[in-house]
């Protein structure tokens, strides 16, 4: 075996553990049920697919890789289904597990087997899409606020579910109050939920607006932030929102510059610069690889 494919499974077999710690809090909540609950080994063609998942995309590889783990490991955590009829099941919760399963051509999963009605198949669905992806602040927000509409719970109800202090979630769902500008930027990674958390605090929209515009220009910490935040509340400063045409917008020179060095760097880039033609240009990553791939970009 190449050491090219050892690594790959050793990222697999981790995946899958990982897959196992994540998911244990909530199947231990499923078996604990006052429902009764069976252990059995069910035919993987007996399985159909929750229709509730909220979840509808899985990275490729990464299925693969869980895939060639339970192969040599099998399945450490069984999946979670309820009984439809005599050789019909619908799974609850396990559909990344249940998948690899199948890329491993598996014939049979180990399965707990339980009661559910459709409201318990969703809110078991979403809880377990929450706390299995890697979701940001907006999405986390929006699956809390589908779980309190359409699964009748209240905050600490939802906090109870999700394993989170009931101001936590309150955090959260405040977020989907701020303008749709700056959720987007929540949402793509522009800005941190620390940097929303403090416009949230804002009262009027114009001025969450002018300190959001001012927090990309700027490239704000989020304590600077909370500091500037704190003062527009206090009646200390107040934030005018930059004009809609910038000089970058006026100037075709400029305009080009920016567009050309997005479609080199394969991202967002900023160029400031004042009437006198001193400036700056601002190009952004989103974690230590992106970096690497801007530096090398640049031939440093």
Known sequence: MSAKKAGGLGKGLSALLSDS???????????????PVHFKMIPLDQIKANPF??????????????SDSIKVQGIIQPITVRKMSEDH??????????QASKLAKTKEIPAFIR?????QMLEMALIENIQRENLNAIEISLSYKRLIAEC?????ELGTRVGKKRAT?????RLLRLPPDIQAAVRDGSISMGHARALITIEKIEDQIGLFK????????????????????SGKIGVKTPAKSTRDEEDPHYKDLKNRLQSHFGTKVSVNYNQKGKGEIHIPFNDSDDLNRIIEIIDL
């Open 169 to 173: 979630v309150n955090n959260y769902l």
């Open 89 to 98: 099941y619908q799974l609850i919760s396990g559909e990344r597990r249940l």
């Open 115 to 119: 009661t559910a009605n459709d409201q």
């Open 214 to 233: 001012k927090i990309v220009r700027e490239n704000l910490s989020v304590r600077k932030t909370e500091e500037l935040a704190s003062a527009i509340i």
């Open 152 to 156: 009748n719970l209240n905050m600490e």
């Open 53 to 66: 998942q909220p979840r509808t995309h899985f990275e490729e590889e990464a299925l693969q890789e869980l």
């Open 21 to 35: 710690d994540d998911v244990l809090r909530e199947e231990k909540k499923i078996t604990s049920s006052v429902d």
